[in-house]
């Protein structure tokens, strides 16, 4: 099992011509992902090879969908056209739609969740994104950037709005594996949140444990905690970084910004460990104690 991407999905990449496209096109064939198309308006028609495969390159996400049935697309298209992009796959309906793209205005990312939020409750189009490095269910498929060889199958769930984080924690717990890890991406507007993906893996039987990361900025982690505090039972351990950044001060991501009091690392361990969650000083920190709560349950 998994959360939102398995062995079954079938996926295309927006952008797949362009540079960042054909690489990690190569890269997530490799890792097993069933890639079955890509989109490119100005390229429709032409076929694009990766290691004896030959791809299609469609027109629109639309046309790409009803050739080859796919239910998941990877945007690699450059910050200044990803908002149409990401309009076009939620108005074809696309299932999944994970968006890569660095760099995208705050102002159309809110303009394509609302976009799809009006699709109904919830949207039918679930969007992982943007500034994201993707999923990766180990062993089943990959969409987005994760490494694939960082980590194999296990029962850990993770969800992170650290994509370097995402990495490390995968690398610490190789030794057990993962059922699925997601990073949701840190910019202020977001698809997919902590709370969304702690409740998929609160509903998948393989995940027996979940690994959270946070940062600074918001309040996601104290509203994640509240969530675990009343829906979780699975065990939880968590990472907050940015304990020693300064206030008022944007570090690395867009939304990891703090005022005052609020939004402080301080303050989301003490929310989540209100709520029983167990964090860790440092990720490896993070690991050992996610190691001991697996050893636990075996």
Known sequence: MSIFLNEHSKVIVQGITGSEGTKHTAKMLAAGTNI????????????????????????????????TDADVSVVFVPPR???????????AEIALLVVITEGIPVHDSAYFWAHACAQGAPPRTRIIGPNCPGIISPGQSNAGIIPANISGPGPIGLVSKSGTLTYQMMYELREIGFSSAIGIGGDP????????????????????????????????????????????TKPVVAYV?????????????????VSGSAGTAQAKKEALEAAGVKVGKTPSETAALMKEIVSSLS
């Open 36 to 67: 079955v198309g890509g989109v490119n308006a100005r390229k429709a028609g032409q076929t694009v090879s990766f290691h004896g495969k030959d791809l299609t390159v469609f027109g629109t996400v639309e046309e790409a969908m009803k050739e």
């Open 241 to 257: 970084a940015g304990f020693t950044a300064p206030e008022g001060k944007t570090m690395g991501h867009a939304g990891a910004i």
């Open 189 to 232: 507007v977001i698809g997919t949140t902590h709370i969304d993906a702690l409740a998929a893996f609160q509903a998948d039987p393989q995940t027996q444990a979940i690994v959270m990361i946070g940062e600074i900025g918001g309040d996601a982690e104290e509203r994640a905690a509240e969530f675990i505090k009343a829906n979780v």
């Open 81 to 91: 056209f990803a908002k149409d992009a990401v309009i076009e796959a939620i108005d």
